[in-house]
């Protein structure tokens, strides 16, 4: 079955927020990404609200709830005791972990799952006990022992770290090369019993690639290179290339 997209509202957002308006707007455009085809949404709010703001999080739970009762809205971010209330209160179907420094631009690395294991058990129970599938954001480096850690944790599924992947688009071998280790940490995930996500600077031209060496690939969720070319081709079919790039017949 083909990976399904969600789509990362937090560059459009940022832009946003650059002024003090209501545009672009954010549950508008996430409108438009599931009416084309997306089969979710994904929000990474900060403490510092730099880009997706908390009073984002109802209106985007609205949206899905009233008019897309068939997608998913994904919160990721690092699991403070604030984070953590927000999920609880906005109740997203899946919650990503990730263990991101507040004063970090983007996610740039996957969990350290041997300090942080017995931490993050208690995490992912609590957010199941509300009925929110976990993911963890894990880096794809080839490692099978880390699945095995990831597994011990109880989430049920593990987000590849593809930023490496994505950062050398124009370096084909070291393309080959990091897909490879991504594909190896991927078949440790499954052999684990996890599911497979990704996410992290994947575009249009890099996501066939990826899903060939990965055919479980169950989901991906994509920000800046989605909107950077929702402004050269709009929203709408934007969404039709990422999906089609997926492997999705759309």
């Given at each position: 079955?083909?990976?399904?997209?969600?789509?990362?509202?937090?560059?459009?957002?940022?832009?946003?927020?650059?002024?003090?308006?209501?545009?672009?707007?954010?549950?508008?455009?996430?409108?438009?990404?599931?009416?084309?085809?997306?089969?979710?949404?994904?929000?990474?709010?900060?403490?510092?609200?730099?880009?997706?703001?908390?009073?984002?999080?109802?209106?985007?739970?609205?949206?899905?709830?009233?008019?897309?009762?068939?997608?998913?809205?994904?919160?990721?971010?690092?699991?403070?005791?604030?984070?953590?209330?927000?999920?609880?209160?906005?109740?997203?179907?899946?919650?990503?972990?990730?263990?991101?420094?507040?004063?970090?631009?983007?996610?740039?690395?996957?969990?350290?799952?041997?300090?942080?294991?017995?931490?993050?058990?208690?995490?992912?129970s609590r957010l199941q006990a509300k009925g929110m599938r976990v993911s963890l954001f894990v880096d794809g480096d080839g490692r099978a022992?880390?699945?095995?850690?990831?597994?011990?944790?109880?989430?049920?599924?593990?987000?590849?770290?593809?930023?490496?992947?994505?950062?050398?688009?124009?370096?084909?071998?070291?393309?080959?090369?990091?897909?490879?280790?991504?594909?190896?940490?991927?078949?440790?995930?499954?052999?684990?019993?996890?599911?497979?996500?990704?996410?992290?600077?994947?575009?249009?031209?890099?996501?066939?690639?990826?899903?060939?060496?990965?055919?479980?690939?169950?989901?991906?969720?994509i920000g800046h290179g989605l909107t950077a070319d929702a402004l050269e081709y709009g929203m709408a079919e934007t969404i039709r290339r990422?999906?089609?790039?997926?492997?999705?017949?759309?």
């Open positions: 079955m083909p990976a399904k997209l969600s789509v990362n509202l937090n560059a459009i957002a940022m832009l946003r927020n650059r002024r003090d308006l209501p545009w672009p707007d954010v549950a508008d455009l996430g409108r438009i990404a599931l009416r084309a085809g997306a089969s979710g949404l994904t929000v990474h709010p900060r403490p510092d609200q730099r880009h997706i703001r908390f009073s984002d999080l109802p209106v985007l739970r609205a949206l899905i709830d009233d008019e897309f009762p068939k997608a998913e809205f994904n919160i990721e971010g690092y699991p403070s005791e604030d984070f953590l209330a927000l999920c609880e209160a906005t109740e997203p179907e899946q919650v990503t972990l990730v263990p991101d420094d507040p004063s970090q631009a983007t996610s740039d690395h996957g969990w350290d799952l041997v300090t942080h294991q017995d931490f993050l058990k208690g995490v992912v022992e880390a699945m095995t850690l990831a597994k011990t944790t109880g989430a049920e599924r593990v987000e590849l770290y593809t930023g490496p992947y994505g950062g050398c688009y124009d370096d084909p071998d070291e393309a080959a090369r990091q897909v490879e280790l991504l594909g190896r940490t991927a078949d440790a995930a499954k052999a684990e019993g996890l599911q497979v996500n990704a996410g992290h600077d994947l575009t249009v031209a890099n996501l066939p690639l990826l899903v060939k060496r990965i055919p479980h690939l169950a989901e991906v969720s990422f999906c089609r790039a997926c492997g999705q017949a759309i």
